[in-house]
C-alpha cells in the first residue's frame, strides 16, 4: 500500500478483515506500506499491521514479492504510480478520484486496458458501490423493478466549511487538491448514480461556486481540520456545486456536492424514480434502502424501508445475522473480496479505470459548464 | 366567491371553518358562489353552504352586499376578474398562480396597488405559506437562528405522471393550463422558498422537460384524472423542472417541480442551511419542523424533528391542544384569519399580488433560461 | 349537544364540516347547545355555530323538533343524560369515557339494547377508529394479511405531567375526573386494540402508579392547564398505567398509559404483529400506516409506510387528492357520517354502548389487578 | 478464547481490530483458540487468525503464556470455565449470560471477587453498552440532562419465530439454551436499562409464554437455523416474556423480549422519560440516539437525532470522520480496549461478574413472577 492517510486506514482494515469473513480463493498478505517519510511510514505500519515499511515505492513496484499495489496517495500521484506499477506487472487497486485531470486518467485507462491484455488487474476505490444496500439498489434496478428510469436526484452533504472560520487547509488549495466540493464528494454521487442506473451521463449544465471565499489560514494541522491564525488567504476550490444531467436514456438528473450543507455530516443520498418504482437511500442511514413498488396495489403502495442485513442481500451473509448493522468500513473488505476475486478468476474487477475516467469527464463537463454560464456541455469520451 | 373546482372546496372550508376557532374583527358571510354553469353552482353552493349562487361574474362585483371577491378559476381569467373587482373596489383574494402570463400578472399587480390606495386589499392564495411549520421556518429564519442563509434545496414532487398511460388531461395542455409542473407546483417551491428566507432569487438556470410526450387522450374526465381512449396526442407542458437559483444575497437554490416522482404524492419539501442552523420540512410530514442548531455543543447537535402543534406555535393555539395534528386545509382558514384581519386593520395581507407577480417573474425567467440551454437568465423586474 | 368543553369544539367541527365533504342521507341541523350555565352556553352556541342554546338538558330531550343528542360532558354526568334520551327516543352519541363507573356503563348499555329494540342509536365516542390509518389497518388485519395476531404493543403516552411543579387541576382529583391516566388515555388505546384485532381482552395484570404523590394547588384555570398557589395538594389519580392483557385467542399485548412519556405531546402509538405480517401506527404521525408482509421475499420484506390518503382509502376519497393530510379533528367527521348513516339506514352504529362498556370493564379489571399485587384478573361480563 | 459459535467470530473481530483503532496499554496476542473438536477448533483458528488452537481448556489455562481467558461458549459451561481460568490466575471476559442459574451465577462472582483482591480482571459480555449511542446515553443521564428518571421503556423484538413452522433448533430446548427469549434477549435490556438509568430493578412483575408449543423438529442444523423434518416437538423455553419493573428509585420500567415480533430482526430499544428530558435508543438506528431537551423553550422542543459519530462521542474519534457509522461489532473492539485498559490500569472492568449475576437475579424473579401469576416479586440479592 502507497500512502497512509485516512485513507490508508480504511483500506488497511479491508485487507485485514475481509480474509476472516470471505471465502476468498487468494491469501492476501499485508505485506509493505510505503510513505514519503520513513519513520512515519514505519509507525503507520506498526499501527496498521503492515509486515515492512518503505520510503521508495518505485523501488517497491519492482519487487517480484509484490503482487499488488493498493495506491491511497493524494490525487496528484495516482497517476504516475498506477501506470508504472501496472507496467512493472502489478495489479493496482487506486483511490478515488482516479486523477486530478481528465489527461492523467485517460493515460491511466490506456494503461489498464493494456494491463488487462497480460491479465493484470485495475480497479478504482469508488468503495460506497459496495454498500450492501447500494450493490442491492442496482440490482433492483437490473431486474427491471423500477421499469424505465425517469428522474435521479443525487446529493454529497456535508457541513465542514458551514463556520465561515474553518480555517484553510490543503483540501481548500486548488494547487493540492486539484478540486473541491464536486471532485472530492461529488464523484462519489455520479458514480452512484451511474452505478444504480446503469446508465451513463451524456451531457451537464452545472454551476459551482465559493461561497466562503477567504478564510483564516491555518496555525497547525490535525486530521482532517485544524486551528486557525488571525491571517487570512483565499479558497481556491468550489465549496458548492449544483448540476443537472441527461443520461443516455433521456433521464434526466439533479446532483448537489456541497460542504455547507449544515447538519449533514456525511449524507450521500439517493433517490431514482422509474416508470414501476423508486429507490431512497442515504448514507446517514446506511442499512437501509426505500424501495417504492408502484405496482402494488394503490392502497398498499409506500415505501419500504429494507433493512439490507439478510442472508441473501449482497455480502451481509458473511458477516452477521439478520438485523446485525455493518458501518462504512466494511465497504472496503467487499471492495478486497471482489478484487480478489476477480484477480483469482482472471476477470477484470468494477469500477474500472474506465469506469473511473468517465467519472472524471462527467466533473470535467460541469466544470466546463460552470465556467460558460451553466451552458449545456457535453460529457466528453 | 368565482369558481367552484378543487380550489373551491378548499377555500369554502376556509371561510366555513375559520370564524368557528379564530376571533375575527369582521364577520364573513358566505353570500353567493358564480359559476358558469349556472345548476352547477348551484349546486356547489348548497353543497358548500354558499347562500346564494350566480352565472355572470360581471354582475356580482357590482352588486353592494359584496365586499370581497374570492377567485379560485383557472389562472387564464384570473387577471380580467381581478382587475375587474378590484376596480369595482372589492377585496379580492386570488388563488395562485397570479396569472398565466408574467404580463397578465404585472396587470394584476398595478390594479392591486392602485386600489390598496383606497383602502382595498388583495392578496394572492399561496397557502402553504400558513402552514404552522412553515410559518414558524420563516419565523426561525427572521429571529437570525439560521444566521447567514447559504443554501437552499427545495421540491414539489408529485407521481401522477409516472404512468406513461395516464391520459392527457386539461392540465396537460398549455393552452389551457398555461404551464405545466414548473408553473402549477413550482410556483409553491419558490414562493416556500422565498417566504421563509426572506430573500429574492435574482437570476437562474434551469431546464423544462417533457419526459413523456404522447399520451392517451382522455374518454372521460373525472376529478384530477380521467379515463383513457385508444387514440394518442401530445403533451405540450413541462413534467418536470429542474433549475437553480442564485438569490440577492449571493445565496444558492437548487429546485425542483416532478410529476414523475414516483411514490412522492404531494411532497414538498424545503432545506435551508445558514452558518448557524439549518431546516428542513416536508409537507408529506406537515405538522413536523426539523431544526438544527450549530451553536449547541457538538455532541448534543442534530436535526430537532419539532412537533409545530404547541400553543406558542403559529395559528395552533386557536386549535387544539399540542400534539393534536392539523391538516391540509388548516391553511385556508389561516389565509382567511390573516385577510380578514388585515382589512379590518387597514393593511395590505401578504402575500400581496406584487408577490405573486414577482414569483411569475422568477418562473418565466427558467422559462427563458431553458429555451436557451440553461443561460443564466435574470429575473425581470 | 349537551356539553362545550373542548370535546364540543371537536364535536362542532364534526357536524358542521362532514355535510360538506360527504353525501349524508340525512341534513343535520345544529340546532341546540346545552349548558349549565346559560350565558356561557348562549356564548359557545354563537362561537359554534348552533341556532340556540339552553341550561335545562331535561327540558331539550323532550323536545320534538331535536332527534338525536351529543353528550360531550364529563363522564360522570353521561349515564343520567343518555339514559334519559334514549328513553325519550332519541338517537345518542355519547363522548367516550361511557361512563365513570361499571355499573354506570352497565346501566346505559342496557338502556341502549332496548332503545335499539326501537330503531333508536346509541353510539360511544371512541373517534381514534375513525383515523383513516387506523380503519384501513382493522381492514388489513379483517382481510388476513396479518394472519393470526401474536402480539398486541399500546402505548398513550403524553407528557403533561412530566413537570413535578405542574399544578394540580380538575383531572388530577378522583372525584371529578373518576380515573387518571389509564381511564382518560389508556381506554384509546385498549378500544384501538381492540377494534384492530378484532379481539377481546379475556384477563389483564397490571399496576398502575401516581409518580408525583403532591402537587400545587391551582391559583386559577387556563385551558387544560392553569398556574400555580404556593399550597400543595394530594394526586389521587393514576398518571401511569401498565399492564398485560391476554385476547380471547390467547395473544398477548402489552398496554401503556402515560402522562410523564417526557416528549411525548399525544402519542397513541400501537404495533400488532401476526403470523403473517405486521402493522404498525403513531397518532403523532397519523396519516401514516408501517405494514410488513412476511409473505414478501425476504429481500423485499421491511416496514412500508403507507401514506393512508388514497382515495380507495377508508374516509379520504371525500377530502383531498391523495398526499393531501387529514388532521386529528376529521375523525369527527367520520364519526358523524357513519352514525348518520346508520340512522338512516336503520343499523346500529359502532362502537355501541355495549362495545364502551367492554372497555369499562377491562380498565375496571386492570385497576382491580393492581390492586391485588398485579395478579392476572378476568374482564368481567 | 474458548468456543467458537458466533460469538467467536464477533469477540476474534474485536481483538483483532481494536489495536489497530485504540492506543492500547498492552499489545494482546490472539494466541489460541480451544473447542471440543480438535479439527473445527483448528478451522476456527486459522479462519479466525488465531495462531495455535486445542481441544482441552483445563490445559490451556494452566499454561503460563496465556493470561487471559475469553470465554464463548454456550452458557451451560460458562461457570466451570470462568471459575477454574480465575483460580488459575488468569483474566476472564465471559460472554453473556453469566451463567444459567443464580447458584451459578453467585459462584462467578464470588469467584471474580476473590480474584479481584490478587488483581485478576472479570468482565462480563454485554457489548451493547459499548455502542458509542448507548454510552453516550449513560453519559447524559449520568450528567443529569434528564433530571429524576420516572419511567423506562425497553423491549429487544426479533422475529425469527413468527414463522409457526420454523423448526425446533437448540434455543428452544430449555435443557441445553437455559431460557428463551428471557434469557437470551431480555438480558440485554435489562442491562442497558439499568446501565444507562444507573438504577437496579428491586421488584418485577411479568408473564413468560410460548406462543407456539409444538414445532417441527430439525433435520439438520445451519448457522442459527435449520430445515424441518415432519416429527413435531415441544417447545419448552418461553418465546415472549412482558414484564414490569420497579427500580430503586420507585420508577417503573416496561419490559419485552420478544422472538415474535414480525418485521423486527434484532430490534432493541429503548426509551427513557425524567423529569427535565428524555432519550430514545432503536439498535436498528444503531447510530443515533434521540434526545429531547424540556429545558429548552417550548416552541423548540423535540427529540434531536443525534449521530453519535462526532469525535467527542464515546470511541468513535479513534475510528473514523464524524458522519461515518460504525456496525455491529465495533462493540468488541471496545469491549477489548476497556478491558486492557482495566487491566494494565490495575482497575476492574465493568460490567463485572456482580452486575452479570444483579442481571440474572432479575431474569430470575420475572420467572418465579410468571410461575405465580405474575404476582410483584422481590429481585433477591
Known sequence: MIGHGFMGAAHSQGWRVAPRFFDLPLD????????RDASAAAAA???????????????????????????VTPGDSHAEIAIAA???????????????????????????ATAAERGIAAMVGFTYRRVPAVTYARDLVAEGRLGEIRQVRAAYLQDWLSDAEAPLTWRLDKDRAGSGALGDIGAHAVDMAQFITGLSLESVSGVMETLV??????ASSVGLSGTASSERGPVTVDDLALFTGRFESGALGS????RFATGRKNALRIEIAGSLGALSFDLEAMNELQFFDATAPAELQ??????????????????????HMLG?????????KDLVDAIAGGTQPTPSFADGLQVQRVLDAVERSSDSGSAWTPVGS
Not at 45 to 71: F, K, M, N, P, T
Not at 255 to 258: D, H, L, P, T, Y
Not at 303 to 319: K, L
Open 328 to 336: 462504512y468500513e466494511h465497504g472496503f473488505s467487499h471492495q478486497v
Open 302 to 323: 409506500g415505501f419500504t424501508r429494507i433493512i439490507v442485513t439478510e442472508p441473501g442481500h449482497p455480502y451481509t451473509g458473511s458477516w452477521w445475522p439478520a438485523g
Open 255 to 258: 446532483f448537489e456536492a456541497s
Open 28 to 35: 492476501p498478505t499485508m505485506a509493505l506500506l510505503v510513505g
Open 213 to 218: 471565499a477567504e478564510r483564516p489560514r491555518m
Open 45 to 71: 505500519a506498526e499501527r496498521w499491521g503492515w509486515q515492512e515499511s518503505a520510503d521508495d515505492w518505485r523501488a517497491v513496484i519492482e519487487r517480484d514479492d509484490i503482487d499488488l499495489i493498493d495506491i
Open 86 to 112: 501496472l507496467a512493472a506487472g502489478k495489479h493496482v487497486l487506486c483511490e478515488k478520484p482516479l486523477a486530478n485531470t481528465v489527461e492523467e486518467a485517460v493515460a491511466m485507462a490506456d494503461a489498464a
